[in-house]
């Protein structure tokens, strides 16, 4: 049975996800290179690491919410975290990375005789507080069942989307695509709409209640009617995630026109200064576009 | 009050959308090239018209959903409907159409003492069914009350979106700029997915559940997964509405990158020999695109 956890990665989704296992009466070993978060974790029951290796030492399960396969590499093998790891100890990764990066870490952590589980996560930061993310796990049946508490302390729908590593990743790749492309067409359709000199709030009502809705143009339109909306999800995000996608593409051999635009607009609003803005204002891409 | 409607083109959606009306307790005179859907009218207590003229005679209301304002003009100049519609009487122009094409015939309407009234719909053979059509409806306000019965005989959302002739045809445009977008996202996700080996049921389960879902996707995604599914919407119905919306886009001086990109995919899809085949197939597209 798995009791003990080592959570590294306590950025605004970590700190979540590490609460709530605290909170399903797993012990939680956490470290990050912010101390202050490591402190929280701390008190709120947690123990507060002093290094990856540290968190790692008596952990049945070694979670990895980084920020990308570099710094999950730095985690594992600079800082010892995998050599620590006790023999047969898994290590669960859960941030958004390109799937051949993804089986290549594989190759190398199971080498060890460590358990590899490919398992990103959707749902941002408002999934990982509520415990409702969708977890994509890529691993043997065997290996999912013996975490399915972990990752039910986490989430809401934990799939078995394979069961080699990589294919967590790819799922997620192409989850991206869409919210990406989506958030982008919205953009695109209510820039059209500023053009056409049409009221944006009706035009936004009408869109999100047809067939022309969905998740994003609900979520993210309202905050394209706004010139400094809050920030739930950053530009440089879908910069990024975007950028994943494109290259689960190339790897895989797929041309992906859709997203190689979408792509190439939160770019150029990230060029333009909004890299850190709401991922909603790629619409100002379009405006700058079109001068308007 | 409007009793006499005169209603032309009566295709899937016009038949169901004049059957509606008589439902209502209008009385309906019905014309179209097809003499079969004419005589169907007739015999649900319809007047089966002799031509677009002798159905326009007499009516407070002449409803035009035809394919195009190449039609359009057809039935009110060639065929003299205008000519026929008593003064006063309302022109409804209910297809989709290019918004410049719009108002060139709201020009030529009131220049002969007839009110014009700009009203696509949306919601397709399914929404004229159940009566449940959204109807953007751009006319001076008194002259949408004065239809308001009509409209909502056929249609459950009913909006003002301007008072100008076009508007209406700008918001459907809009409309058709997202339902086109994301049925060719949609298929670009899902022929990743075929491409990275996953098993496309699990890949749309996760992905219509997930922040990257789209009416589209569930809707039409089911569908992408099946060789010769049934035609809801032809891949044609979406050269035409994409060209629309790119149309629209040239008028009012703005460029959509995302729909132009949407637009090539599935004008190769009719290339190809799928015009008549559901919207879904454009998947097809991206399938002989990368060799899958």
């Known amino acids: ?13 970590g700190s979540a996800m590490s609460a709530n296992l605290l909170r399903a009466g797993f ?14 974790l701390g008190a709120q029951g947690g123990v ?14 070694l979670i990895l919410m980084v920020v990308n396969t570099a710094q999950a590499r730095a985690v594992l093998f600079e800082q010892g975290a995998l050599d620590a790891l006790p023999a047969g100890g898994a290590v669960c990764l859960m941030a958004t990375c390109p799937p ?16 590899f589980v490919d398992c990103p996560v959707s749902g941002g930061v408002a999934g990982a507080r509520a415990a409702s993310l969708t977890i994509l796990v890529a691993a043997p049946l065997g290996d999912l069942e013996g975490l399915r508490a ?17 294919q967590g990743a790819s799922v997620k790749a192409i989850n991206q695509v869409l919210c990406g492309v989506h958030i982008a067409a919205a953009a695109e359709a209510l820039a059209l709409g500023e053009r056409a000199g049409l009221d944006p709030e009706i035009v936004l ?5 047809s067939a022309a809705g969905s998740w994003m143009l609900s979520d993210r339109g309202p905050r394209m009617l706004q010139d400094t909306p809050e920030v739930t999800s950053a530009i440089d995000i879908f910069v990024k995630d975007l950028g994943i996608a494109l290259e689960t593409g190339r790897a895989a051999k797929m041309g992906l026109p859709l997203a190689s635009i979408a792509m190439q607009l939160f770019l150029a609003e990230s060029a333009a200064g909004g890299g850190r ?5 790629v619409i100002r891409a379009y405006r700058r576009l079109n001068g308007l």
């Open 1 to 13: 049975m798995t009791k003990h956890i080592a959570f590294v990665g306590l950025g605004a989704m």
């Open 100 to 115: 051949d990066e993804v089986r290549a870490l594989a190759r190398e952590v199971t080498a060890q005789s460590k358990v």
């Open 277 to 281: 803005d709401d991922d909603s204002q």
């Open 48 to 61: 507060a690491a002093e290094s990856a290796a540290a968190a790692a030492r008596e952990a049945d399960v």
């Open 27 to 40: 012990t939680v070993a956490g470290y990050d290179m912010n101390r202050r978060a490591v402190e929280a």
């Open 205 to 209: 009502e009408i869109l999100s209640g």
């Open 150 to 166: 972990v990752f039910e302390a986490m989430g809401k729908r934990i799939f078995h989307v394979g069961t080699e590593a990589g």
